[in-house]
């Protein structure tokens, strides 16, 4: 099981990066959360495979059709709590 906290910064909110984050970790079988960032950025902490969650991150760079990705940072996560499924919360 790999567990990563991703921050995505640009134009990242406002332009359905949560909702499309939301789907492609769905589709790939991940769980955790997405949340916009009073920064302006977004947060994603993503657990599952480490296949999947590569997926994921590698998605990230690109994001919904409406977002401009401009920078990806990726810290691994120690936490041992489990996340059932993938959703959009308020932080």
Known sequence: MKRVVIK????VQGVSY??????????????GYVSNLSDGSVQVLAQ????????????CYIGSPSSLVEDVFVEEDEADEIYLDFSIIQL
């Open 18 to 31: 949560r909702q499309h984050t939301l789907r492609q970790a769905t589709a790939l079988g991940v769980t």
């Open 48 to 59: 599952g495979g480490e296949p999947a969650v590569d997926k994921l991150i590698s998605w």
């Open 8 to 11: 995505v910064k640009g134009k």
